[in-house]
T-cell receptor, first 115, second 114 residues
């Protein structure tokens, strides 16, 4: 029973390139969340998606960042024209329904380094 | 808007000592509350959660937390620390309305010395 799967685990990009982070939720889970973790800042909520829908994107930067969760396939967090400040760990999480009492399960994270 | 404050970014205890990690929340309605643990270079693992019912919640690895509405607190405790408890701990809050995200505190790093 696989957990939340994220890939790549580590990604290096030069400034100006694009970064794509993928997340496959746990089996049976249709709700996906993306968080960014910076040292000393904890986890910052970015976006909450259900299949083919964005539920809450209040934490997403207005430019260069986008997320999707298509009917088939993994959720993708896309960062265009990366800058050094985008270097962080990005965590994906999933839950089976929108019920707020559900446990949200986290993946192992994707570490993005921008050089 | 909801928020979480974790008092103390670093806590150090001796092996066998009591662990107390503090968490206070701000919410306009009774929230759901969670504690997660993160080991280096890994994802987060749920320790325990409070949704409804008994306010003293027991979790994995001997941890427990008590929801105190009057104090808007959800402090995490463990009677006797083990070396393996050294990790980062995050308190999180979620609105009890469906379709809301989990909001985290900044975390507390627990160090355990022998």
């Amino acid at each position: 029973n696989a957990g939340v799967m994220q890939n790549p685990r580590h990604l290096v990009r030069r400034r100006g390139q694009e970064a794509r982070l993928r997340c496959s939720p746990m089996k049976g889970h249709s709700h996906v969340y993306w968080y960014r973790q910076l040292p000393e800042e904890g986890l910052k909520f970015m976006v909450y998606l259900q299949k083919e829908n964005i539920i809450d994107e209040s934490g997403m930067p207005k430019e260069r960042f986008s997320a999707e969760f298509p009917k088939e396939g993994p959720s993708i967090l896309r960062i265009q024209q990366v800058v050094r400040g985008d270097s962080a760990a990005y965590f994906c999480a999933s839950s089976p329904t929108a019920d707020s009492g559900n446990t949200i399960y986290f993946g192992e994270g994707s570490w993005l380094t921008v050089v | 808007a909801q928020s979480v404050t974790q008092l103390g970014s670093h806590v150090s205890v001796s092996e066998g000592a009591l662990v107390l990690l503090r968490c206070n929340y701000s919410s306009s309605v009774p929230p759901y509350l969670f504690w997660y643990v993160q080991y280096p270079n890994q994802g987060l693992q749920l320790l325990l959660k409070y949704t409804t019912g008994a306010t003293l919640v027991k979790g994995i690895n001997g941890f427990e937390a008590e929801f105190k509405k009057s104090e808007t607190s959800f402090h995490l405790t463990k009677p006797s620390a083990h070396m393996s408890d050294a990790a980062e701990y995050f308190c999180a809050v979620r609105h009890n309305q469906a379709g809301t995200a989990l909001i985290f505190g900044k975390g507390t790093t627990l160090s355990v010395s022998s």
